[in-house]
């Protein structure tokens, strides 16, 4: 069974830093592109990141390039999210998700919740 | 990236069905054959109900079906049942990116 487990969201002031974990279990993690979409509180799912299955690949969205950067470990199966210079607008949760040909999602993480507030 | 095109709401009564568009432009919908859709109840993650247009994964009941046309992709839902009320989104491979719809809240009556 594919699961995807995410952590590390929390409550932070805006200009700090965060990063998020999703820990993948059930597939090769190795072998599968993953990404990152996000929905802020009564809005709709938000592409923001995806890297390729070796690392050596990586795409933002316009929104969060040049703050946040993604990552993976195919030793531990765990995908990250650096998130710096936060801001209210990022407020949101994060779901990480696997990725099957053309950028679809095949399997979703439950999401954390990241809360950017004063 | 602008977000695709979906209606805010639909609705239809039990047995019925329904349709949900989402239109892009040439540079997603219009050039790539991988349109996906996913469902998604209140505070739960998304799932995926159909890719590549008009694919079902494992699982899914044929009841949903999807298409393409030019720059507008379609979901449709036969038979609805009150299980099936839950918001739909849309998604479209850019290029090297990710476009969703903003999400579609179907109502069964």
């Known amino acids: 069974e594919v699961q995807l487990l995410e952590s590390g969201g929390g409550l932070v002031q805006p200009g700090e830093s965060l990063r998020l974990s999703c820990a993948a279990s059930?597939?090769?993690?190795?072998?599968?592109?993953m990404g990152w979409v996000r929905q802020a509180p009564g809005e709709g799912l938000e592409w923001i990141s995806s890297?390729?299955?070796?690392?050596?690949?990586?795409y933002y969205a316009d929104s969060v390039k040049g703050r946040f950067t993604i990552s993976r470990d195919n030793s531990k199966n765990i995908l990250y999210l650096q998130m710096n210079s936060l801001r209210a607008e990022d407020t949101a949760a994060y779901y990480c998700a696997k990725q099957v040909r053309g950028w679809q999602f095949d399997y979703w993480g439950q999401g954390t919740l990241v809360t950017v507030s004063s | 990236q602008s977000a695709l095109t979906q209606p805010r709401s639909v609705s239809g009564s039990p047995g019925q069905s329904v349709t949900i568009s989402c239109t892009g432009t040439s540079s997603d919908v219009g050039t790539y054959n991988y349109v996906s859709w996913y469902q998604q109840y209140p505070g739960k993650a998304p799932k995926l109900m159909i890719y590549d247009v008009s694919k079902r994964p494992s699982g899914v009941p044929d009841r949903f079906s999807g298409s393409k046309s030019d720059n507008t992709a379609s979901l449709t839902i036969s038979g609805l049942q009150a299980e099936d009320e839950a918001d739909y989104y849309c998604c479209s491979y850019a290029g090297s990116s990710v476009v969703f719809g903003g999400g579609t809240k179907l109502t069964v009556l």
């Open positions: 059930g597939f090769t993690f190795r072998s599968s592109a």
């Open positions: 890297i390729s299955v070796g690392g050596d690949g990586t």
